[in-house]
């Protein structure tokens, strides 16, 4: 019986295809399992060094919350009553503790009837992520590549970065938040997909749940980093420095994706990498064996010539029936997912608790959310787990909608916030997994930039969301827990499958695929 099912499982990778030449023709799969190593010293220091550019993202996008924070106020006149609205108060019976540089907030007056100016820079900051994110996922699966829109991505941080913390007014604020919004939409996207392609089947969903330690790792240490620089402008500046240093000594030792090289028709590139990785991880890579796409080696590519360059676009992703649904599907609950994220993310404003030692509860109840996903990930599969991430958050969230924000209460709201960033969390990074196996090399970028901007939009909700205050944020976060793991039930499994290079591979591999179950029932 073993050896019966060990006969039906290997079409599900494209079996090795011998050339008129007698090369053995393989694809990127079964080259990493066979030759290279799923998971060697090769690709564990290409991720570590690659995902770094996660805590870069962490630092521009969460920066705002100590950067727009509203500051303690104290009284310095007569009429002035500690503890009540400075709404009602004369301007010069109070002031800020530690000044007007202390935030944004402080500097131009954003209280009261300027209130809603808070919110709107966060909204346009992720207006601005959004764009990056379509723009970005673009330019990586065409002419940049992973590594060149990282490289660029980073470039952008660092200028648009520093020229926030010499803004002059708020208007130029906003406007250079939009700009790094744009900039930082596209660092995760890039850095996730660079990090996770070259890694073989049998470890990549581990390793890809394995990336966002790297996120919450960068939110922890910005709450240390916004507690030495206490006034908003020179945190804008210590917050840009390590993209800075991440160009100049880490992107040197990153090397392109080889998928990516292979999609392009850059096949010599390609085995470099190969040899490389084999090399590095004590194996041998044998002198006939090459690389091909999906399609060529499942003998669907006569009509393909072996340099010529395969493209893909969102276009082909809507034109496909196979894709286009997962597509929808996973726009709609990454937005659902985002507006939880970050609105338990922002909404630490309103919990009226220590903001430094909240945002790293926060980051610090991640940790434990990705190590579990990752544990579970490869035994109980995608749909199921990102399911019960997604309930797990709303039913918490919608528990603090309904409590109190006095005393003891409190502290028990604080705690709903936290276990619901617990559960969304490992959603946030289980779902860029999912959506990278979902869809091909040619168009996974792009197809993850749709995803991004997508989530993107919901960061840009989530903002407005928590500025209405008290328990509604808690319900609108729990109703989207709710709705997105419903709809996750629609998407396919994709436990243990390839990832496929062209459309017409996948629409091979997946109709290999359900040949191989019918037969194993």
Same mark, same amino acid.
């Given at each position: 019986?073993?050896?019966?099912?060990?006969?039906?499982?290997?079409?599900?990778?494209?079996?090795?295809?011998?050339?008129?030449?007698?090369?053995?023709?393989?694809?990127?799969?079964? +080259?990493?399992?066979?030759?290279?190593?799923?998971?060697?010293?090769?690709?564990?220091?290409?991720?570590?060094?690659?995902?770094?550019?996660? #805590?870069?993202?962490?630092?521009?996008?969460?920066?705002?919350?100590?950067?727009?924070?509203?500051?303690?106020?104290?009284?310095?006149?007569?009429?002035?009553?500690?503890?009540?609205?400075?709404?009602?108060?004369?301007?010069?019976?109070?002031?800020?503790?530690?000044?007007?540089?202390?935030?944004?907030?402080?500097?131009?007056?954003?209280?009261?009837?300027?209130?809603?100016?808070?919110?709107?820079?966060?909204?346009?900051?992720?207006?601005?992520?959004?764009?990056?994110?379509?723009?970005?996922?673009? /330019?990586?699966?065409?002419?940049?590549?992973?590594?060149?829109?990282?490289?660029?991505?980073?470039?952008?941080?660092?200028?648009?970065?520093?020229?926030?913390?010499?803004?002059?007014?708020?208007?130029?604020?906003?406007?250079? $938040?939009?700009?790094?919004?744009? #900039?930082?939409?596209?660092?995760?996207?890039?850095?996730?997909?660079?990090?996770?392609?070259?890694?073989?089947?049998?470890? $990549?969903?581990?390793?890809?749940?394995?990336?966002?330690?790297?996120?919450?790792?960068?939110?922890?240490?910005?709450?240390?980093?916004?507690?030495?620089?206490?006034?908003?402008?020179?945190?804008?500046?210590?917050?840009?420095?390590?993209?800075?240093?991440?160009?100049?000594?880490?992107?040197?030792?990153?090397?392109?994706?080889?998928?990516?090289?292979?999609?392009?028709?850059?096949?010599?590139?390609?085995?470099?990498?190969?040899?490389?990785?084999?090399?590095?991880?004590?194996?041998?890579?044998?002198?006939?064996?090459?690389?091909?796409?999906?399609?060529?080696?499942?003998?669907?590519?006569?009509?393909?010539?072996?340099?010529?360059?395969?493209?893909?676009?969102?276009?082909?992703?809507?034109?496909?029936?196979?894709?286009?649904?997962?597509?929808?599907?996973?726009?709609?609950?990454?937005?659902?997912?985002?507006?939880?994220?970050?609105?338990?993310?922002?909404?630490?404003?309103?919990?009226?608790?220590?903001?430094?030692?909240?945002?790293? %509860?926060?980051?610090?109840?991640?940790?434990?959310?990705?190590?579990?996903?990752?544990? %579970?990930?490869? $035994?109980?599969?995608?749909?199921?787990?990102?399911?019960?991430?997604?309930?797990?958050?709303?039913?918490?969230?919608?528990?603090?909608?309904?409590?109190?924000?006095?005393?003891?209460?409190?502290?028990?709201?604080?705690?709903?916030?936290?276990?619901?960033?617990?559960?969304?969390?490992?959603?946030?990074?289980?779902?860029?997994?999912?959506?990278?196996?979902?869809?091909?090399?040619?168009?996974?970028?792009?197809?993850?930039?749709?995803?991004?901007?997508?989530?993107?939009?919901?960061?840009?909700?989530?903002?407005?969301?928590?500025?209405?205050?008290?328990?509604?944020?808690? +319900?609108?976060?729990?109703?989207?827990?709710?709705?997105?793991?419903?709809?996750? /039930?629609? %998407?396919?499994?994709?436990?243990?499958?390839? /990832?496929?290079?062209?459309?017409?591979?996948?629409?091979?591999?997946?109709?290999?695929?359900?040949?191989?179950?019918?037969?194993?029932?």
């Amino acid at each position: 019986m073993t050896k019966a099912l060990d006969d039906l499982r290997p079409p599900l990778i494209p079996a090795a295809e011998e050339d008129d030449d007698g090369r053995v023709l393989l694809c990127v799969d079964e +080259m990493l399992t066979k030759y290279c190593g799923d998971f060697g010293f090769w690709q564990l220091k290409h991720f570590v060094l690659t995902c770094l550019g996660w #805590s870069l993202e962490a630092f521009h996008t969460m920066v705002m919350i100590f950067a727009d924070q509203q500051p303690s106020w104290s009284c310095v006149a007569a009429g002035c009553v500690e503890g009540s609205s400075v709404c009602g108060l004369q301007p010069d019976s109070w002031r800020w503790d530690g000044g007007q540089g202390r935030s944004t907030v402080a500097e131009w007056g954003l209280v009261c009837d300027q209130k809603y100016k808070v919110g709107l820079v966060q909204a346009v900051f992720f207006g601005g992520c959004m764009i990056g994110a379509g723009i970005f996922g673009h /330019l990586s699966d065409s002419k940049l590549g992973r590594k060149g829109s990282l490289t660029m991505v980073c470039i952008l941080n660092v200028i648009f970065g520093l020229l926030t913390s010499i803004s002059p007014g708020y208007w130029t604020y906003v406007l250079l $938040r939009l700009l790094t919004g744009f #900039s930082t939409g596209g660092a995760g996207l890039c850095a996730f997909v660079l990090a996770t392609e070259p890694i073989g089947p049998n470890k $990549r969903g581990i390793a890809g749940m394995s990336t966002f330690y790297f996120f919450s790792g960068g939110i922890a240490l910005l709450s240390g980093i916004a507690y030495i620089f206490q006034s908003w402008r020179s945190l804008y500046i210590a917050s840009s420095v390590p993209s800075l240093l991440f160009l100049l000594f880490v992107l040197p030792f990153i090397s392109e994706s080889p998928r990516w090289y292979l999609i392009r028709g850059k096949t010599d590139q390609a085995m470099k990498v190969m040899h490389d990785i084999a090399t590095s991880n004590g194996k041998h890579l044998p002198k006939n064996v090459y690389l091909a796409l999906d399609e060529e080696v499942n003998g669907n590519g006569m009509q393909i010539k072996r340099k010529e360059t395969v493209t893909g676009s969102v276009i082909d992703v809507i034109k496909s029936p196979l894709t286009r649904t997962r597509l929808l599907l996973v726009l709609v609950i990454n937005f659902t997912c985002s507006v939880v994220y970050y609105g338990l993310s922002l909404n630490v404003v309103n919990l009226e608790t220590n903001l430094y030692l909240n945002v790293l %509860l926060n980051a610090a109840a991640e940790i434990p959310a990705y190590l579990l996903t990752a544990i %579970l990930i490869d $035994r109980f599969g995608r749909k199921p787990l990102g399911v019960g991430t997604q309930w797990l958050s709303g039913i918490f969230c919608i528990v603090g909608s309904f409590l109190g924000s006095q005393g003891t209460w409190k502290a028990v709201r604080m705690g709903c916030g936290v276990l619901g960033i617990f559960g969304m969390a490992g959603t946030y990074n289980l779902l860029f997994v999912y959506a990278m196996e979902l869809f091909p090399t040619v168009v996974r970028s792009a197809a993850l930039g749709c995803a991004a901007q997508m989530a993107q939009l919901g960061a840009l909700v989530a903002p407005l969301v928590v500025v209405m205050g008290g328990g509604f944020p808690f +319900m609108v976060f729990g109703a989207c827990g709710m709705v997105g793991g419903i709809l996750i /039930l629609y %998407l396919p499994e994709t436990l243990n499958k390839p /990832l496929y290079d062209t459309m017409n591979g996948m629409a091979d591999g997946e109709k290999q695929a359900i040949v191989v179950g019918a037969r194993l029932k």
